[in-house]
């Protein structure tokens, strides 16, 4: 051993005198300390593990002992709607669930069919489903007659007499020159932007002595002139003939006035006839007069114009 080392390091002898009294209260007091700190540590230790131990056992105690609270789905009750509809009731949102969005409802109700009882007399079992009230408007077209819009609650007119195409000529007992006429056949086309003209004589104006002749082409009943013109304000007059061929003269005896002298005022004019019960095989539209916008002068004379003539038959 080393001077001053009290045990050997190979066979563990002590030195004289390494064990005595002093040096062996020195070690109890080490082992008594490290024993005190064991111990210590150890109670610290299982003082940990209890505490947790107990926390858990108490947490499972109160999950054991405390009572679920269970609260009774309540019943939904829908409130009665007058009219048979039931109401829609507000959707709630349940946790985890979502929220329940409602049923679509369409926006016009079907209107149900209504169900003819078996018997019209008293004592009649009366149905009790709703139903919509449906304005009592007719959805059914008026029927139009051509030529006439008449109004609701009139009697319909009788539909205008189908002319021949060539069934309008110029009448023009007084042989007065062609060119003053234009095509009489654009007054019966059905087409109220043509017109037959007649030229106005300044030298004799207003007066004036032409008309249209129209061919029935067999005898028929007339009550009624329709006239389209854009030169209101002529005076016409009406005339009827049975014979087979149109007299020469408009003073002819042969000739019928179906009309008085009247002053057409408006662009559409209808003349109502005279004798719509008897039958004619012509009629002639005869202008005496001529309004005074229409009558120029002799460098540049007017006109009347004649859009288009229907007749109607008797109904």
């Given at each position: 051993m080393a001077p001053g080392q009290d045990w050997?390091?190979?066979?563990?002898?002590?030195?004289?005198?390494?064990?005595s009294a002093a040096n062996w209260r020195s070690l109890a007091v080490i082992l008594g300390a490290v024993a005190v700190l064991v111990l210590g540590a150890a109670a610290a230790g299982y003082a940990a593990l209890n505490k947790g131990a107990n926390?858990?056992?108490?947490?499972?105690?109160v999950a054991a002992v405390a009572p679920t609270a269970t609260t009774p789905a309540p019943t939904a009750t829908t409130p009665a709607v007058p009219g048979g509809a039931a109401a829609t009731p507000k959707a709630h949102g349940l946790p985890g669930l979502g929220t329940a969005k409602?049923?679509?409802?369409?926006?016009?109700a079907p209107t149900p069919e209504a169900s003819s009882p078996s018997g019209t007399g008293t004592g009649a079992a009366e149905t009790t489903t709703p139903t919509?009230?449906?304005?009592?408007?007719?959805?059914?077209?008026?029927?139009?007659?051509?030529?006439?819009?008449g109004a609701a609650g009139e009697e319909p007119q009788p539909a205008a007499i189908l002319l021949d195409?060539?069934?309008?000529?110029?009448?023009?007992?007084?042989?007065?020159?062609?060119?003053?006429?234009g095509d009489p056949s654009l007054a019966i086309d059905g087409d109220p932007t043509t017109a037959w003209t007649a030229q106005v004589d300044p030298a004799t104006a207003p007066t004036m002595a032409e008309g249209l002749l129209?061919?029935?082409?067999?005898?028929?009943?007339?009550?009624?002139?329709?006239?389209?013109?854009?030169?209101?304000?002529?005076?016409v007059e009406v005339y009827g003939t049975k014979g087979a061929t149109a007299p020469t003269?408009?003073?002819?005896?042969?000739?019928?006035?179906?009309?008085?002298l009247e002053v057409v005022k408006k662009k559409h004019a209808r003349l109502t006839?005279?004798?719509?019960?008897?039958?004619?095989?012509?009629?002639?539209?005869?202008?005496?007069?001529?309004?005074?916008?229409?009558?120029?002068?002799?460098e540049a004379p007017g006109h009347v114009s004649v859009e288009e003539v229907e007749l109607f038959p008797t109904g």
């Open positions: 050997c390091l190979q066979c563990g002898a002590g030195a004289p005198d390494s064990l926390t858990s056992a108490v947490t499972k105690t409602p049923p679509k409802i369409p926006l016009t919509t009230t449906t304005p009592s408007t007719s959805t059914t077209p008026a029927t139009t007659t051509p030529g006439k819009s195409t060539n069934a309008a000529s110029t009448y023009n007992p007084y042989n007065l020159p062609a060119a003053d006429f129209i061919d029935l082409k067999s005898k028929q009943k007339v009550s009624a002139l329709k006239l389209i013109t854009s030169t209101p304000g002529m005076t003269s408009i003073t002819d005896p042969a000739w019928t006035p179906l009309s008085h006839l005279r004798d719509s019960k008897k039958a004619f095989t012509y009629l002639t539209l005869w202008i005496s007069k001529a309004p005074e916008s229409s009558i120029g002068t002799p």
